[in-house]
């Protein structure tokens, strides 16, 4: 079940779009967000500071807030052209799309080691970059067609950009593809593994998410399947709570998740136009992503009961 859920469910939704069109689909999008996407950023945020046991090595998401916050006001005062709160946002973006790419590798990791399988540092460099490349090719392709028009709710302009880098980052993806898929049947040749195939489907799911023209559609629903992904972890880390205790944790995140992504950004007016929510919504993704990579390293003690 929890393989379906991280995999499955992101091919299933593909299919839906497909067959059932991706208007239907946009109209039920917010109840998934907060039912799935919200939720789990405050999840992660209870299971982060439920294990610190030492808070002044957590300087870095301590002090983030207020860092970001300052940044963020410099940067609409001083108006540079260049460093502005368009590049700012950009910059949030690319970071989401980093993280998405992280996380598919991350998963990528844990399905091969619950199954028992291990690959050598070369076959892990190779498809942790396959993932990270391909993210930033899909950022790429958005740009040189003109699509980023509106990110974290605040108008933005498109960057002009050449071609060549176009061509050079759907190459690259492709040929380490291309290595990726050969490495996959080599092992299964040597092996007679069947799992290893089963292996390739999240090198499939980075071509779903990210490589247009499916990215123009599934890019509205990463934050849910997103959400999805992160319900086996979630329910491993949290497994030694009593049904109820799971129960109010589950009732709470959503809201909780509903004041902070729907309520705050939306519903209280700080700053003129679209610079609040963008504050606001920017800054929470990048301080989920550090909170994160606080509490979902593989080799962290902490994390062996995601391997039992």
Known sequence: MNHFLIFGTSY???ILLIFIG????????????LLLS??????????????????????????????YVTIFFLIDYFKHPIFSIDTLLKVSYLYLLYHFAQQLY?????????????????????MR?????????????????????????HPVSSWKLSSGYLIFGFAL???LSVIVVFLSFWDFIQKKNLR???????LGLSWLWFIPPLNKDL????????????????????????????????????????????WLPFEVSILEGTLWPALILSFLNNHHFIIDGRIWKLRDPANQILLD
């Open 129 to 153: 970059m396959l993932f990270l490349v391909t993210a930033v090719y899909s950022w790429l392709e958005m740009e040189t067609r003109g699509e980023v028009e509106y990110l974290f709710f």
């Open 196 to 202: 290893m195939i089963y292996l390739l489907a999240p």
């Open 38 to 67: 919200f939720p789990h950023f405050i999840q992660t945020y209870w299971i982060w500071a439920r294990g610190i046991k030492n808070w002044s090595r957590e300087w870095i998401p301590l002090a983030f807030p207020i860092l």
């Open 106 to 126: 991350g998963i990528t990791l844990w399905s091969s080691m619950k199954w028992g399988i291990h690959f050598s540092s070369l076959r892990k460099h190779l």
């Open 12 to 14: 299933f939704i593909f």
């Open 219 to 262: 890019t509205f629903y990463l934050p849910l399947l997103h959400g999805l992904q992160y319900m086996p972890f979630i329910f491993l880390k949290t497994k030694d709570l009593s049904k109820s205790g799971q129960l109010v944790l589950a009732v709470a995140s959503v809201g909780i998740g509903w004041v902070f992504f729907r």
């Open 173 to 175: 993806v492709f040929c």
């Open 22 to 33: 991706r208007d239907s689909l946009l109209a039920h999008l917010p109840l998934g967000l």
